[in-house]
Nanobody, 125 residues
Framework: QAPLVESGGGLVQPGGSLRLSCPAS????????VGWFRQAPGKDREFVAAIWWDNDATVYADSVKGRFTISRDDTGNTVYLQMNSLEPEDTAVYYCAAGLKSTISVRSTRHYSVWGQGTQVTVSP
């Protein structure tokens, strides 16, 4: 069983909202950081947002700042990505990932050692 399983993707019109979920075992999320990435067809996987496990600090890509919010529930077992004001350019497969404390930036895929299989988000009229 995969330790990270994303859900919540789907088809939405421009301007709409979706909330992605990433439930995982407590053991997995003892890791330092949880991030969301996305990959559109023909493009590299890109950073979207990350949350630090010990203090709930967050960081976002400029392209989603003010529209997306990363958070985790009180039990600590689920990380969410609330996506508002969606645009066609947000269309991609979205991935959840968990990483240990590292000198590698949380914006890099190399920071993360555990990945989900992804959930498709399509923004179209």
């Amino acid at each position: 069983q995969a330790p990270l399983v994303e859900s919540g993707g789907g088809l939405v019109q421009p301007g709409g909202s979706l909330r992605l979920s990433c439930p995982a075992s407590r053991r997995t999320f003892r890791m330092h950081t949880v991030g969301w990435f996305r990959q559109a067809p023909g493009k590299d996987r890109e950073f979207v947002a990350a949350i630090w496990w010990d203090n709930d600090a967050t960081v976002y890509a400029d392209s989603v700042k003010g529209r997306f919010t990363i958070s985790r529930d009180d039990t600590g077992n689920t990380v969410y990505l609330q996506m508002n004001s969606l645009e066609p350019e947000d269309t991609a497969v979205y991935y959840c990932a968990a990483g240990l404390k590292s000198t590698i930036s949380v914006r890099s895929t190399r920071h993360y050692s555990v990945w989900g299989q992804g959930t498709q988000v399509t923004v179209s009229p």
